[in-house]
């Protein structure tokens, strides 16, 4: 076969295979497509299916097929970042900016530092730590990966749940916002490369001019002609993001943070993020998955990512709870609250895979972090649910003020 019928054959198995899973499985409660996806990008990887069936694995992801991939992968993703950069509600988050400051930095610095502090114990054995990487770049690193908050599937699970257009939707979706950016500047740190400063002095010059000049542009064009506009604008970010060595992604993102959501038909917006996820993200899971192994042995990859799963879930819980306490939350807030932002899947996964790129992390690292996003993930929904449903959606005072209404059950 030549490398077309062969890409054509990796397409089908992407496809088919995670759409069984899920709909003869009747997965959906507690774990939606996307996260069946991510599981079958790593049981079709080396990790798994390389291992049982190598011949087939080398066959069908060859190389040429890989390179093929990681091409619609790239943009795939570069979408999805701008799109979760363009629905961040910043005007919101300031308008809130007390009570989203505090439970936005409790909920992001507590499981940093508990994930922090489980990447220095990795640091004690061989096979975590990437090549190129610094120790405080690899701590930083695994540390953030643990306080991520993914903003996309989070909104995909609080549809799920009904509660996404409640208040307490979007005051969740404020504190989120407030954590993607820090997420997003502490990565741009960590990949700062002081042999390339000028590149990267040069590159957010140029993008503060031209930001400027783009929204300008944006409010006088049709609504039509902003939607191809919006992707001249992410190619040329990430360039030159990728250029001055901080990763295309982080110029992707911040594409989509200087675009206002109100330029666009947010049910368009809506259409166009689940498009993204449907025809073309399966295919940067894949990609994703093709990257895991374990060569530091099974086990062990699994005892850190369970280690990395209770810093993640832990550390969240916690600085929600000590946020609620502060705030004066009603009863049982602060744990549907902690338990939504614990939720990781795409943005993390996004996240460590530029840490694999740029070789902070090593593969049975990556394996173990996308492990722990998978978990994590998939423990939301059933564990939300039934505290929604005890708790009969009731809003509290601070809920109530925001929404202009008296506290009642939504």
Not at 109 to 132: H, K, Q, R, T, Y
Not at 289 to 309: E, H, K, P, Q, S
Not at 384 to 400: D, I, N, T
Request: glycine content about 8%; some cysteine.
């Amino acid at each position: 076969m030549n490398t077309t019928e062969i890409f054509l054959i990796a397409m089908a198995i992407i496809f088919t295979v995670p759409w069984l899973i899920w709909r003869l499985g009747r997965t959906d409660y507690w774990a939606p497509l996307v996260v069946v996806q991510i599981i079958t990008g790593i049981l079709l990887g080396p990790g798994v299916l390389g291992k049982a069936y190598p011949e087939f694995h080398q066959f069908v992801f060859n190389p040429a097929v890989i390179q093929s991939l990681n091409g619609i992968a790239w943009w795939a993703v570069m979408l999805f970042v701008m799109i979760a950069g363009t629905e961040l509600d910043l005007k919101q988050a300031w308008k809130h900016r007390r009570e989203s400051g505090i439970t936005a930095g409790l909920a992001l610095g507590a499981p940093l530092l508990l994930g922090s502090a489980a990447a220095l114990f990795m640091l004690d054995m061989p096979g975590w730590i990437g090549e190129a990487a610094r120790p405080w770049q690899f701590v930083a690193g695994v540390g953030m990966a643990c306080a991520v908050t993914a903003l996309p599937i989070l909104i995909l699970l609080m549809e799920k749940l009904e509660v996404l257009r409640h208040p307490l939707g979007q005051r969740i979706l404020r504190y989120a916002s407030l954590d993607d950016i820090a997420i997003w500047g502490v990565l741009a740190l960590i990949l700062m490369d002081w042999t390339r400063v000028g590149r990267q002095g040069a590159f957010l010059v140029a993008f503060v001019v031209l930001s400027w000049a783009f929204r300008h542009l944006m409010r006088r064009l049709p609504a039509n002609d902003r939607w191809a506009v919006s992707l001249i604008w992410l190619a040329v970010c990430a360039f030159g993001a990728d250029w001055a060595g901080l990763h295309y992604m982080v110029g992707a993102f911040l594409a989509g943070v200087v675009m206002d959501a109100d330029w666009f038909d947010q049910k368009k917006l809506d259409q166009l993020r689940h498009n993204v996820l449907l025809v073309i993200m399966p295919v940067y899971f894949i990609s994703t998955g093709l990257r895991t192994n374990w060569d530091v042995g099974g086990m062990a990859v699994f005892g850190i990512a369970a280690v990395l799963l209770v810093a993640s879930i832990g550390g969240k819980l916690l600085g929600v709870h000590v946020a609620g306490r502060v705030l004066k939350w009603g009863p049982g807030e602060a744990s549907i609250i902690g338990w939504l932002l614990q939720t990781k899947a795409l943005i993390m996964i996004i996240f460590v895979n530029v840490l694999l790129d740029k070789h902070l992390i090593t593969n049975d690292t990556f394996t173990a972090l996308l492990l722990m996003a998978v978990a994590s993930t998939m423990l939301t929904v059933p564990i939300v649910e039934p505290k929604l449903r005890r708790a009969g959606h009731r809003m509290s005072a601070v809920e109530a003020k925001d929404a202009g209404v008296l506290a009642k059950p939504a």
